[in-house]
């Protein structure tokens, strides 16, 4: 094992940990929004514990978020030098403008927002959370143009003296197919992630109180007001589920074109195609011979690929093997072909995991079509709740595609991934860090899932006690983040 090996696993792990947390609070942001709209249009006083419930939540998994991410700048001129030399010129510009624009709109708006409950006026504290919101998306946009512009290296030039990219158009970097198709495809992902914390959430709580009324649990029976907010944020996150489910299949059909254009290397791999083929078949199910180049088992539909990749049935889909000599001939000597097995089981894990997720609202969204109705079986709560960890798990599955699916690329075509890792960092360094990380990170993950179930148990009416029927809402003390 060489320091390369390690420096890869410890970027890939604290990448994944990291994400955890990034598709929650883009998603959660705009709920909680929408939550606080509702309750700023309605006045009722559901709508408020909700906003407060569903944004301590939020809160909890933004601070994690930053406190993750900080790690990832570090890896850039700790173990990978060489990669930060070269993309230090045109990543230096949409980074700056994710920390100096978005980033500080999303941090100052929050601050106001945690703050300004009764101290600043209905309408101003709810633009808060909306700057909140739209400031978590650009940041989104920036950084994912910049990890769109190593799949699809546009506006710049190589410096042949210093051997560095060089940024000559930054509206190219931001305006690159990869960046907003890949934007599209990501926060939409987000927005089914993020529903489906308020589905499993909401589910949860509501199975709880159902138990009780059925079977005299022990415990607080949940008050009728807590059973019709629940209700609510039910409909919500199923709502924000299946309109999200729509738009990432949208977009990954997009996403697939712009594989076919820029990265056909990642795209056979995610299909195990070895061979150049017309009308190529979508592989369901498929057990290769990496060492031969071909599968000796592989269940298809006919020309669903093809179509998937160019928009016609007919159209011509190029194979490993062909891609493998001209990128040689081209490039030069070198295995260009990436880890097959996870590439193409990384698709279809997405894939199943995600479509399981959105299963789940369309059902919920018919046994919930009655506005007092509740689902009675206890296998569409169990669904709901496990549905979270699904679509966290496909998040996963869709960046391990993204990253494995480029390789042997740092940036396509242009640095491979051997010639990018710190040139003085040697082994036995990279494993001291690497399970500094691991401790470091476990803990972080007792505690954030610690702060969360300790706040979903307590419930709302620990955070903004429910109402006397003579009692006024603005006197009732709000909870102090």
Not at 246 to 253: C, H, N, P, V, Y
Not at 255 to 284: D, H, V
Not at 307 to 321: I, P, R, Y
Request: glycine residues 10%; proline residues 4%.
């Amino acid at each position: 094992m060489e320091a390369l090996d390690l420096a890869r696993w410890q970027f890939g792990i604290t990448t994944i940990y990291h994400f955890l947390f990034v598709p929650l609070t883009i998603g959660l942001s705009f709920i909680v929004a929408v939550l606080q709209t509702f309750w700023y249009r309605t006045g009722k006083h559901e709508y408020l514990q909700a906003t407060q419930f569903f944004g301590k939540l939020f809160l909890i998994n933004f601070a994690m978020g930053v406190v993750t991410g900080i790690v990832q700048e570090f890896q850039f001129g700790m173990n990978w030098s060489e990669y930060s030399r070269f993309v230090g010129d045109v990543f230096g510009a949409p980074l700056a403008m994710e920390a100096l624009l978005a980033f500080f709109l999303e941090s100052t708006f929050i601050g106001l927002w945690i703050f300004g409950w009764h101290r600043l006026p209905r309408g101003v504290h709810l633009a808060c959370i909306w700057l909140v919101a739209v400031g978590t998306n650009l940041s989104a946009y920036f950084i994912l143009a910049a990890n769109a512009w190593m799949r699809n290296p546009v506006g710049h030039h190589i410096n042949e003296e210093t051997g560095r990219a060089e940024l000559n158009d930054i509206w190219a970097v931001l305006g690159n197919d990869q960046a907003w198709s890949t934007y599209m495809h990501t926060v939409a992902a987000a927005f089914v992630t993020a529903g489906l914390f308020v589905v499993a959430v909401s589910a949860y709580k509501l199975w709880r109180n159902i138990r009780h009324n059925d079977t005299g649990e022990a415990g607080v029976t949940p008050p009728a007001r807590e059973r019709s907010l629940f209700h609510g944020a039910l409909r919500v996150g199923l709502v924000v589920t299946f309109i999200a489910g729509a738009l990432t299949t949208f977009s990954g059909d997009h996403q697939a074109k712009l594989a076919a254009e820029y990265e056909p290397m990642k795209l056979a791999a995610a299909e195990a195609l070895w061979e150049t083929e017309e009308g190529a078949a979508f592989s369901t199910f498929a057990v290769g011979d990496v060492d031969e180049g071909y599968n000796p088992i592989d269940v298809t539909v006919p020309n669903v690929l093809s179509f998937l990749a160019t928009g016609h049935f007919d159209g011509e889909v190029h194979g490993m093997n062909n891609l493998q000599e001209a990128y040689e001939e081209y490039y030069g000597p070198g295995d260009y072909i990436p880890n097959v097995f996870v590439v193409y089981w990384s698709f279809r894990l997405m894939m199943g995991l995600g479509l399981f997720g959105v299963a789940v609202s369309v059902v919920g969204l018919h046994l919930t079509r009655n506005k007092e109705r509740l689902p009675r079986s206890r296998w569409f709560y169990y669904a709901a709740i496990l549905a979270l960890p699904a679509a966290l798990a496909a998040n996963i599955f869709g960046w391990l595609l993204t990253e494995m699916g480029r390789q042997p690329w740092t940036v396509h075509g242009e640095l491979l991934t051997a010639a990018s890792v710190s040139p003085g960092v040697d082994l036995g360094t990279v494993a001291m860090s690497l399970a500094f990380f691991t401790a470091v990170y476990g803990g972080l993950f007792v505690v954030e899932v610690g702060l969360l179930w300790k706040y979903i148990k307590a419930g709302p009416s620990q955070i903004v006690p429910d109402l006397e029927d003579d009692e006024d809402e603005s006197q009732i003390p709000h909870f102090s983040y």
